[in-house]
């Protein structure tokens, strides 16, 4: 192998690798905060990918429809759950939050969405939306056994991935699709050449984390977010509602995912399944992490990347094997080095 | 005088096993009140259920207002606030995050004069600041649980056993705070196994055993009872027969 090629191989693992890492870290801090072991990480991937892409031709996505139907079954649930104090003020504040909200989103695409809509207005759109069926998303799945143990909490994710891919179906059908590019610029620096939107790859996802990293040191709000994912009971002694932190971490991981299928979808065709095996990869860097540390798994993603990158050019037929046989060494060495602990109940 | 806290016939249950049966208590404004009572008595278990930590049967009222259909948080914004007996504090964040966080229900500037407050009654807190929660020594970790507390300004603050595994110098220095705390307006019901510390700040005082309050009174009266002062302040009053 000569140099070039191992610069391009190692330029696409990097692009690939820096997707990987935003939805690494996004389900680590899913995980840290409500003990979800995200699945739909990649239904938010599509999601925001295909909206985009469809508002992109000028229709309007099925996903905009989909975030007023949750938020309606959100408002019953919210209604039922204070239905023995049915506060004038409680039931506004829902109303506002999961009618309002998802209906003036439904408005604004309908009102804004055709073909000669700014690229801008698209992807603010489709972040609403996903950003919205996050929240949801939440609400109605694991807000009502927010107590549970990991497992069940589990089974519900894997469901509600099924539940969103088969969705995702309906509304995207089985075609793929591909958006079109954030810029159409292009760098060449040696033998490499930097598209625009890999350079935007790299830039959101560097940007990202800085801001995660100032949310979480410097915010009330961030701090209150760790404290949750430190102590539980701590955080709800002086005041922290668990069901806000969670909201607020899938309204996070939902942004990241849908920014990150944004980033990708105008340079591959992705299907309405696709999100999965991309979710996966940000989950084996997540694994490698500990599903603790987001530096580690920040560093895994980019390896991930590059290994795939490579194995695709060797062993093309094995990409996906490859990859995903990197976490079983990870699995062997973490469960020598850790001693056993059982599940804390709480 | 309206009580602050009233709890009434109150039952909590882990399961089948009733751990408190029937207890009636009440703290007024500005009062120190401690439960005393052995291992195992259900004290930690009645001070759990007033906070919500574990679901109470009963009434209870704070500061006027039911509060049975209230969450931990709603608890906590009226002003109700507990020191558990694990401290529960954020061990990988520093002593003024967790500080930060005590006062995450109320406005920031309100925030502002807690921290002077709160590093007033503790100067040791003030020096350690940027040091983990985890790091710090048990005294330390007491001050900073009690400390994060006082952030969120609560009208009761609820102590369970604030001496557990100390050593006797930081006990002296935390009860001396806690007698402070009545002239900065909290009220404190106080859980503790040490009995005569307990009893020597508090106003009033009941006494627990077996989930069931078996004597209330004044601090003094009760100090000065017999079956106490054999079973938890650890001396024997004249006509009792000696071991």
């Known amino acids: 192998m000569n140099t070039t090629i191992m610069l391009f191989l190692l330029q696409d693992g990097i692009t690939n690798g820096a997707i990987y890492a935003l939805l690494g870290l996004a389900l ?72 309002a909200l998802p209906a003036a989103i439904l408005a604004l695409t309908y009102g804004l969405a055709g073909p000669k809509t700014p690229i801008a207005v698209n992807i603010a759109l489709s972040l609403l939306i996903v950003a919205a069926i996050g929240l949801f998303l939440y609400r109605i799945a694991f807000q009502p056994i927010a107590h549970t143990s990991v497992l069940v909490l589990l089974i519900a994710s894997v469901g509600s991935h099924l539940a969103l891919q088969g969705l995702g179906l309906v509304f995207f059908g089985a075609e793929g699709l591909r958006g079109p590019a954030l810029s159409n610029a292009a760098l060449t620096i040696g033998p490499l050449r930097f598209t625009g939107q890999s350079l935007a790859v790299y830039g959101l996802t560097v940007a990202f984390i800085v801001a995660l990293w100032l949310f979480f040191g410097f915010t009330l709000m961030g701090k209150a977010l760790r404290a949750t994912a430190v102590n539980r009971l701590g955080a709800r002694l002086v005041g922290i509602r668990t069901t806000l932190s969670g909201q607020i971490a899938f309204l996070l991981a939902s942004l990241i995912g849908a920014i990150s299928g944004i980033l990708i979808v105008p340079i591959t065709t992705l299907y309405y399944d696709t999100g999965f095996l991309i979710g996966l990869k940000g989950f084996i860097a997540a694994i490698i992490g500990g599903l603790v540390s987001y530096p580690l798994t920040a560093v895994a993603a980019l390896l991930v990347g590059s290994v795939e990158a490579f194995s695709s050019f060797y062993a093309s037929n094995f990409k996906e094997v490859i990859v995903f046989t990197l976490i079983l060494p990870v699995l062997v060495l973490r469960s020598l080095a850790a001693p056993a602990v059982e599940e804390e109940k709480d | 005088m309206s009580a602050l806290l009233s709890v009434s016939d109150a039952h909590v249950s882990y399961g089948k096993v009733e751990a408190v049966r ?53 608890r906590v914004a009226a002003g109700l606030c507990l020191v558990p007996e694990h401290r529960e504090l954020f061990g990988t964040m520093n002593v003024e995050d967790n500080l930060q966080l005590g006062a995450f229900r109320i406005p920031k500037a309100t925030a502002a004069r807690s921290f002077e407050r709160v590093y007033t ?112 302040l650890g001396f024997q009053h004249e006509g009792a027969s000696g071991i």
């Open chain 1, 28 to 99: 680590v801090l899913v995980f840290a905060v409500t003990r979800v072991i995200l699945i739909p990480q990649g239904e938010f991937v599509t999601f925001g990918a295909l909206s985009y892409a469809m508002l992109a031709t000028g229709q309007v996505p099925g996903t905009a429809k989909l975030a007023m139907a949750m938020g309606v079954v959100a408002f019953g649930l919210d209604l039922f759950e204070a239905r023995r104090s049915l506060r004038p003020r409680r039931v506004a504040r829902a109303f506002a939050l999961n009618i």
């Open chain 2, 22 to 74: 029937s207890v009636s208590l009440e703290v007024a404004d500005d009062e120190i009140v401690t439960i005393i009572g052995a291992n195992g008595a259900g004290k930690t278990t009645l001070l759990n259920a007033i906070m919500g930590v574990l679901p109470l049967k009963g009434a209870t009222a704070f500061a006027g207002t039911d509060m049975t259909p209230l969450d931990i948080e709603d």
């Open chain 2, 121 to 232: 009654l503790f100067p040791r807190l003030k020096e350690r600041r940027k040091q983990l929660a985890g790091t710090l020594s048990g005294g330390e970790q007491q001050m900073l649980a009690m400390g994060r507390a006082l952030m969120g300004a609560p009208k009761l603050l609820m102590l369970d056993e604030p001496s557990l595994g100390l050593a006797p110098i930081i006990v002296a220095d935390i009860f001396r705070t806690i007698g402070e705390l009545r002239a900065a307006g909290v009220s404190v019901l106080l859980v503790e196994q040490n009995a005569q510390a307990a009893l020597k700040i508090a106003d009033r005082a009941y006494v627990m055993e077996l989930g069931e309050f078996i004597l209330s009174g004044s601090a003094k009266d009760i100090a000065s009872n017999q079956r106490v002062a054999a079973s938890y």
